[in-house]
C-alpha cells in the first residue's frame, strides 16, 4: 500500500462504524468492517469464495451477540453446515426463497424470485434492530438483476440509511452497492501441479480480493488472498 492509501483507510475507519468481516486481512483492506447504515457488496464467480465471506461476516455478528437477517433468494443456504462452521442459528432470521433452479427456469420465475427477495430485504432493514441484513443474488443471471429498476437499489440504500445495520449484497457481478458502501470482487484463480501437460492436475484456487469504494478511498490493486476461502494457495 501507498502513504496515501494507508491514510485515507485510517480516516475511513475513524470517520465510519464498522461491523467486521470475520477476516483481519480483509477488515484492514476495506477501513476496519463493512460500513453500518450503507449497502455493502461481496462479488464473484462460483467457487471464488463470496459465500465464505459472507456467512464469515453473519457468524462475527452473532458471536458477540447481535441479530442477522439472511434473505435466501434461490433457497441455496444450508444451515447444517453453517453451523458446523460456526454461525449461532438462534439468532438468524433466514428468508427462504423459492428453489429455483436458473438454468432451466423460465425468466419470469427468476424475476418474480428476484423482486420477492428485494422486498424482503428492504422490509427487513426498515424493520430495524439487525446487525447485518444479507442479500444472497448469487448465480442469478447478471441480466435478470440488471433488468431491476434503477430505483431499486437507491430504495435500499435510502431504507438503511442512518442505521446501525449493514446491508450486504451477494451476487456474480456489482449491482447495488450504495455511495458509502464498498464492493469486494473476489476472483479465483486455479492452480495446477505436475511438470508436463499430461500429469497436471488441478490442486485448488487462490481468491482474490479488489475492494472499491465510491469516491472516498482510491481503489486498491488486486492481491491474492487464499485465507478468504480457507482454501490453499499456489
Given at each position: 500500500f501507498s502513504l496515501l492509501r494507508l491514510s485515507a483507510i485510517s480516516a475511513l475507519a475513524l470517520t465510519t462504524r464498522v461491523v467486521s468481516s470475520g477476516f483481519d486481512d480483509l477488515d484492514r483492506k476495506i477501513g476496519g468492517g463493512w460500513p453500518l447504515g450503507a449497502i455493502s457488496e461481496i462479488v464473484g464467480p462460483r467457487s471464488s469464495g463470496r459465500t465464505r465471506v459472507l456467512l464469515s461476516t453473519l457468524m462475527a455478528a452473532t458471536r458477540h451477540g447481535?441479530?442477522?437477517?439472511?434473505?435466501?433468494?434461490l433457497d441455496r443456504f444450508d444451515p447444517r453446515s453453517a453451523a458446523d462452521a460456526g454461525l449461532?442459528?438462534?439468532?438468524?432470521?433466514?428468508?427462504?426463497g423459492a428453489p429455483v433452479t436458473v438454468e432451466t427456469a423460465r425468466p419470469a420465475v427468476i424475476d418474480h424470485a428476484i423482486r420477492q427477495a428485494v422486498r424482503a430485504c428492504d422490509l427487513i432493514i426498515r424493520a430495524g434492530g439487525f446487525a447485518v441484513v444479507a442479500l444472497d443474488l448469487c448465480d442469478i443471471p447478471v441480466r435478470r438483476l440488471q433488468a431491476l429498476p434503477s430505483v431499486t437499489w437507491l430504495r435500499l440504500a435510502h431504507a438503511n440509511e442512518s442505521r446501525d445495520t449493514v446491508g450486504l449484497l451477494g451476487s456474480?457481478?456489482?449491482i447495488g452497492r450504495s455511495a458509502r458502501g464498498v464492493s469486494v470482487q473476489i476472483d479465483a484463480r486455479p492452480c495446477w501441479t505436475g511438470a508436463s501437460a499430461q500429469g497436471r492436475r488441478l490442486s485448488g484456487f487462490t481468491p482474490t480480493i479488489t475492494p472499491r469504494w465510491a469516491g472516498l478511498v482510491p481503489t486498491l490493486g488486486a492481491e491474492p488472498w487464499a485465507a478468504v476461502a480457507g482454501q490453499r494457495g499456489c
Open positions: 447481535q441479530v442477522v437477517a439472511l434473505v435466501d433468494a449461532d442459528l438462534t439468532r438468524v432470521l433466514w428468508i427462504r456474480d457481478a456489482p
